[in-house]
């Protein structure tokens, strides 16, 4: 078997999958912390004051990516759910339904920024904005998979159906992303872009994408550490979990 | 029609369920006193006056048929899951998506459909223009089926649940929220002399492609809440 596949199907393993979280995870938060520390320095000092928004367009730092995050972690489970349903790969389950949280938290944290930064600029803490509104029902999707997943019993169950639910919610996806586009209103349309030149200059850039992927970084790294807890709640009878849980207790005694 | 075909079979649940409801038409009616007495309340909230009530009839009556139909959606599947009807369903050797879709049709039948009739009631209540009835009634007729279906799904997903209630309309209104804008908007449109076949035209061609891929989710969220 190809390496790489056969590497895949270990991953799949529980034992294999703790193990493997627990090697990559601090090394994930320290380069999301380097990086977090790095992307607000030059967001805060290096970055230059916006001609017309002043110092207020620095709040853009935290409220882009995690607005990103946002889209990209129900993305993420949404996969995972997905290949979960489809293959009945436990792991899958697990990394979707783990997901769902910090993404939750991320949309959350950009209604509130954006919200913050729409009082200087726009005069108000809220308008019924399309992108405003799309982002508000991505937070009640968000809420809706995390609320089913905890109302069923049976946690592979509750995870099959929370992960079906968020499959049906990724219409709301694509309204989200060019909500902007669909219907020009008060919020501005994207100014970066994959393809093609951005509209903003390099300076200002630099930090944003830095921020972004530390942003990127802890959420894989917050993914798997709330993967490996829910591993172990899922597994408590199995042999490894039993064998594992004796060992990292003798510490604190 | 042959017994124990598939179409025998969809005209035998059809049958039963709408006998069902007949039997006991009193909770049948339920759904329109909750609309008549939502929409009464408004006029209560903000005065009298013609103007501000017309501006906002069509978006009440819509959120007042939407919230009604959510009430009586919890109940689609609870009966059958209790009498042990609903697995009978799932073990058949016809497809249970096009089961499921007989069910949806008669939820919409008996709770949509007389929530429609007595739309022109509630217009008038809330002093709609005459001359938006006719967008309303058609928005309705379009975006009600849809929230019976997507609703569907999401009963499904819930079934089982002891207290789903609360559960149901989180995962319900995030989902029917498009269909609220496109319905409303199109009868604010018309009302205020713009063009409003887009957004019914929209709504018509959600409503195509959840009739086809609602039953078909149903039927899949189902099976993962009966293992």
Redesign the interface.
């Known amino acids: 078997m190809n390496p790489l596949v056969l590497w895949f199907h270990k991953l799949g393993s529980p034992p294999y999958f703790y193990r493997f979280a627990g090697k990559w995870l601090p090394w994930l938060y320290a380069l999301a912390l380097i990086c977090g520390a790095v992307g607000l320095y030059g967001a805060l000092f290096t970055a230059p004051a916006d001609y017309q928004q002043g110092d207020s367009f620095r709040i853009m730092y935290v409220h882009v990516p995690c607005a990103w995050m946002g889209l990209f972690a129900y993305l993420f489970m949404a996969a995972n759910g997905f290949v979960g349903l489809v293959w009945r790969i436990k792991l899958s389950e697990t990394l979707a339904m783990a997901s769902a949280p910090v993404g939750a938290a991320f949309t959350f944290i950009t209604l509130v920024t954006g919200s913050l930064w729409g009082k200087p600029t726009w005069g108000t803490w809220w308008t019924w904005d399309a992108r405003l509104t799309s982002e508000l029902v991505l937070l009640f999707l968000y809420f809706g998979v995390i609320g089913l997943y905890h109302a069923i019993e049976d946690r592979r169950q509750a995870a099959r159906a929370a992960a079906f639910l968020a499959l049906i919610g990724i219409v709301n996806l694509p309204i989200v992303h060019y909500s902007v586009i669909w219907w020009n209103t008060l919020h501005q349309a994207q100014t970066v872009s994959l393809v093609g030149p951005s509209k903003i200059t390099p300076s200002m850039l630099w930090p944003l994408l830095t921020l972004a992927f530390a942003t990127h970084v802890y959420f894989f790294a917050s993914v798997l550490a709330r993967s490996r807890v829910a591993l172990l709640e899922l597994e408590s009878g199995k042999d490894w979990v039993r064998a594992l849980l004796p060992a990292t207790e003798t510490p604190h005694d | 029609m042959k017994p124990g075909s598939t179409s025998a079979a969809s005209f035998a649940l059809l049958r039963r369920d709408l006998l069902l409801v007949w039997r006991r038409r009193g909770d049948a009616l339920n759904p329109l006193l909750f609309a008549i007495i939502v929409v009464a309340l408004f006029p209560f909230a903000l005065g009298p006056e013609a103007a501000v009530l017309s501006r906002i009839a069509a978006g009440t009556i819509f959120v007042a048929v939407l919230l009604a139909m959510l009430l009586s959606l919890d109940a689609l599947f609870r009966s059958d899951l209790e009498d042990g009807s609903l697995e009978q369903l799932v073990v058949s050797p016809h497809p249970l998506a096009l089961l499921l879709g007989c069910k949806i049709l008669v939820h919409w039948m008996t709770t949509a459909l007389p929530l429609i009739v007595i739309a022109p009631l509630l217009a008038q209540l809330l002093q709609l223009p005459d001359k938006t009835l006719p967008v309303l009634l058609t928005a309705l007729a379009l975006a009600t089926p849809l929230l019976s279906l997507i609703g569907a799904?999401?009963v499904a997903?819930?079934v089982g649940?002891r207290r789903?209630g609360m559960?149901l309309t989180?995962?319900v209104?995030?989902?029917i929220?498009?269909a609220l804008i496109f319905g409303a908007g199109a009868c604010n449109a018309a009302q205020n002399g713009f063009a409003y076949s887009a957004p019914l035209l929209w709504l018509a061609a959600w409503l195509v492609l959840a009739l086809i891929l609602a039953p078909l989710?149903a039927a899949?969220?189902l099976k993962?809440?009966l293992?």
């Open positions: 799904v999401c997903l819930t649940m789903s559960l989180l995962l209104l995030p989902l929220v498009p989710a899949a969220a993962i809440s293992t």
